[in-house]
């Protein structure tokens, strides 16, 4: 009897191994390809409860097989591959259940697109943390990456929107995780099944190991690596949470099966300051002053972006309708008048100020630009379309840039780095000088508000030295990372990519601390194996990421 029809029998939902399906769930975004033994579509959480009680079941006869979640499957990091079995969520578990005031309760599989009219429709809110994927992810890995976007700067990342869990533990059974107080701590703990030992197993580590957790906690505003240990406590609240282990742990602890997420009202009146610096000593004073006005979103693109955007500037017009393009066609004269002149800046950095009116949105931008007035730089004011013209370009020069270069792949390695923005006149150089060692076409955009960098090079896979750039400069930007006390992913997560390197940036305590999370949460190893705990030893951490390449 062969996997499939071992598991058909035990699930409602679909229970798929054709080569089509197997081809298709082998990659996500990211630069890797692993092939699945098999793709089952669960219809609820006994489904799943099924599905952890075979696995065990095998991997008590000494079969390695093992339960990776997929929802859209758009991570960067490798995330959701395996070449065990795959449970997608989008197919049949992508139900809203509930519209609050305040808050949705969504199943994994519903797209954020869909997810997002139906809060609009219902109450005029939104989940502010929607990554730039907003077309594309779904909600369960959403929170699975602990995603952060354009709006974080602001409204934080999913971590701070994830009221309550119902999760599907690694024994089989089901449970709904939600900040609890010390009584309802204790009662809980009392109990005798596995989620009590959970409860107990973190408690206790996390009791034990206060200071080093403290000495760990990442300095920078955002962070997806490793576990997050430490907001479990919840000091001001004096709860104990522990959804916020489970929000980034890509599935590696626990399979979310249902999820309660805070929604917010979003200013709807816009106003944007525009920023043109080729000096970078001074970008941490422009970032200070012009968060000191409460920008919405604080964002950047660099000079290559730039000459793309001017580039292919025929392709932005086309997207919009006839009076739309013309108007925008002129609002890119600029820009082609900067190219022309060789005056094209290192970074552009865009500030949105959102307020309850126009006029407000407009002064906070004015003001921002006033305090900026004495610094060696060229600012303007954006409203309405010329607004658009630069989140046209921060948004989509990068997906242009892939359809016009052929042979070439996005390649996300270094994708989404954080320094603290005080860092930047020393960190900037020394990351550009390793750069520029490597021939590789590359874009920088970000989230310069709070220091997250998304570098994504162009290479062709198939080509031995650029498999070797990857290998080599990937520990390099992240030794460099490191030295500045930074993250070395601040949204997309550990995934195959960063999970060998995650002892950069944290201790050897506390990678113990993180193999012990994972065993007490699944201590048979049944969900997502290689994923947030990293294989120590013989160097053997780096084959790993050379061994799951893809070859085209
Ligand atoms: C063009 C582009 C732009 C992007 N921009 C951003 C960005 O701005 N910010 C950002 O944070 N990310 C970004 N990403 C990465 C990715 O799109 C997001 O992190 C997104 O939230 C992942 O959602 P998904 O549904 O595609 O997850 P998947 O790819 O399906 O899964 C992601 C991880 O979550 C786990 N998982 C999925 N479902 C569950 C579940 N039900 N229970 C437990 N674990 C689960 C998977 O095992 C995997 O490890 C971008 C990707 C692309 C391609």
Redesign the pocket.
């Known amino acids: 009897m062969n996997l499939r029809e071992a598991v058909a029998p035990l699930v409602k939902g679909d229970v798929v191994d054709d080569p089509e399906t197997l081809k298709i769930l082998s990659h ?2 990211s630069i890797f390809e692993r092939k699945p033994a098999l793709v089952v579509y669960p219809k609820n959480a006994e489904d799943i409860s099924a599905l952890v009680r075979f696995a065990l079941a095998r991997r008590e006869q000494g079969e390695d097989v093992t339960l ?9 990091s490798g ?2 591959l395996t070449d065990s079995i795959v449970v997608g ?1 989008t197919k049949y578990m992508n139900r809203i259940r509930e519209l609050g005031e305040d808050f949705a309760v969504a199943e ?1 599989g519903v797209y954020y697109r869909d997810f997002e009219k139906a809060t609009l429709a219902a109450n005029g809110k939104i989940l502010p943390p929607y ?3 907003r077309e ?10 602990n ?4 709006l974080t700067l602001r409204y934080g990342k999913m971590n701070r929107y994830v009221r309550e869990l119902d999760v599907v533990l690694s024994d089989g059974s089901t449970a709904t995780l939600r900040p609890l107080s010390k009584d309802e701590l204790a009662k809980k703990e009392s109990e005798q099944n596995f989620e009590a030992s959970i409860y107990r197993g973190i408690r206790e580590l996390i009791e034990k190991n206060r200071n080093e957790i403290e000495a760990a906690r990442p300095s920078v505003s955002k962070n ?1 690596a490793g576990y997050f240990l430490w907001d479990v406590w919840n000091e001001a609240r004096d709860t104990f949470d522990l959804t916020q282990l489970i929000t980034g ?3 590696t602890l ?4 249902r999820a309660k997420l805070g929604l917010e009202k979003l200013e709807h009146h816009r106003g944007m300051l525009v920023v043109f610096l080729s000096d970078l000593d001074i970008l941490p004073e422009i970032v200070r002053r012009v968060r000191a006005f409460e920008p919405e979103s604080f964002e950047s693109y660099d000079d290559n972006t730039f000459k793309l955007a001017v580039r292919f500037a025929g392709d932005f017009l086309k997207q919009m309708g006839f009076l739309d393009s013309i108007r925008l066609g002129f609002a890119f004269l600029p820009e082609l008048g900067m190219t022309l002149s060789g005056g094209v800046p290192k970074l552009v950095l865009l500030a949105e100020f959102a307020e309850t009116s126009d006029e407000l949105a407009r002064e906070k931008a004015k003001s921002a630009q006033a305090a900026l007035e004495d610094l060696p730089i060229k600012t303007r004011l954006a409203f309405g379309t010329m607004g658009e013209k630069y989140w046209k370009i921060r948004r989509e020069s990068f ?1 242009l840039l892939r359809k016009h270069i052929h042979g070439l792949h996005a390649a996300p390695f270094i994708d989404d780095i954080v320094v603290h923005p005080d860092d930047y006149p020393r960190f900037l150089p020394q990351l550009n000088e390793l750069l520029s060692k490597y021939n590789i076409m590359y874009t920088v955009a970000g989230h310069i508000g709070d220091g997250n960098f998304h570098i994504i090079p162009l290479v062709d896979l198939k080509r031995p030295e650029h498999r070797k750039t990857i290998l080599e400069l990937t520990p390099k930007v992240y030794e460099l990372v490191a030295r500045y006390k930074g993250s070395i992913t601040g ?3 550990d ?1 195959l990519i960063r999970t060998p390197y995650l002892p950069l940036m944290f201790s050897p305590r506390m990678i113990e601390l993180f193999a012990e999370v994972k065993r007490i949460f699944d201590p048979n190893g049944v969900f ?1 194996p290689g ?1 947030k705990v990293p294989v120590l030893g013989d160097g053997g951490t780096v084959k790993d990421v050379a061994g799951f390449m893809m070859n085209e």
């Open positions: 996500d975004t990776t979640a997929r929802s859209a499957g758009t991570d960067m995330g959701p969520f994994p990554p730039a994927s594309l992810a779904a909600i369960g890995g959403m929170i699975a990456n995603c952060g976007g354009e997806s742990s890509q599935g626990a399979l979310v099966t997906a949204e997309h997560n995934g997502n994923k």
